[in-house]
């Protein structure tokens, strides 16, 4: 079973900051925090991944916070192309990584004109 | 350019017919892997290969199989074991490192058994 909790779908505006919550309670300290979403019909892409601190990159934000029981994954202006679905997973790193991934059913994301 | 293909991107096959998916990577990644796609689901994972001439079984490997003699190519058989095989394929593959997880996806193959 997936080790995390997300809403299960979202709208946003286009042009407006997305902000897709993720719980995962049971996280944990060797464990990474990873965002991927798929397009419709498509291969998953990864977005972002972060520990503890806060990351960015092109793509989005990730803010984790201090207790790493929850993240929110950022865009921050939204755009039609944004719509998709929206996977938090976690995974070990270190000895423990096998490379694996369990994707739960993720958040759809909405984005309207 | 890199990336990595599967063919073909549909299937369609009769019950009871063994049928191989293809999957080839050009990114010299060691890890590949195979997943299952049912609608309004998540992925589930159904083999993976951390190496040549190694593979594990995911959390759906009854009525599949897998092999991999090269680095690059990690071929899916759905055999006529396999219950409801009708579903979205996808393979994705990775470095290994201890560091972190970045699986890099192919396009899929949507199998449609009648």
């Known amino acids: 079973d997936a080790k995390t909790t997300q809403p299960t779908s979202m709208d946003c505006a286009e042009g407006r900051a997305a902000n897709l919550p993720c719980n995962h309670s049971?996280?944990?300290?060797?464990?990474?925090v990873y965002w991927y979403r798929q397009i419709h019909s498509q291969g998953p892409q990864y977005i972002i991944h972060?520990?503890?601190n806060n990351e960015t990159n092109e793509m989005a934000s990730l803010i984790i916070t201090e207790d790493r029981k929850s993240s929110t994954l950022i865009l921050p202006h939204a755009t039609l192309r944004d719509t998709a679905v929206y996977y938090c997973?976690?995974?070990?790193?270190?000895?423990?990584?096998?490379?694996?991934?369990?994707f739960g059913q993720g958040t759809t994301l909405q984005v309207k004109p | 350019d890199g990336g990595i293909t599967q063919s073909p991107k549909y299937l369609f096959r009769k019950e009871g017919q063994n049928v191989t998916l293809s999957c080839e990577q050009n990114?010299?990644?060691?890890?590949m892997y195979w997943y299952r796609q049912d609608p309004g689901q998540g992925l589930r994972l159904i083999y993976y290969?951390?190496?040549?001439?190694?593979?594990q079984k995911g959390d759906i490997a009854e009525g599949y199989s897998v092999s991999r003699e090269k680095k690059e190519s990690f071929p899916l058989t759905v055999t006529s074991a396999q219950k409801n095989p009708t579903a979205f394929y996808l393979c994705?593959?990775?470095?290994?490192?201890?560091?972190?997880?970045?699986?890099?996806f192919g396009p899929g193959t949507r199998l449609t058994v009648l």
């Open positions: 972060g520990l503890k």
């Open positions: 990114l010299n990644h060691d890890a």
């Open positions: 997973i976690v995974a070990p790193y270190g000895s423990s990584n096998t490379g694996k991934l369990i």
């Open positions: 049971t996280i944990s300290g060797n464990e990474y």
């Open positions: 290969s951390q190496i040549v001439n190694d593979f």
């Open positions: 994705a593959s990775s470095i290994l490192a201890p560091s972190y997880n970045e699986q890099f």
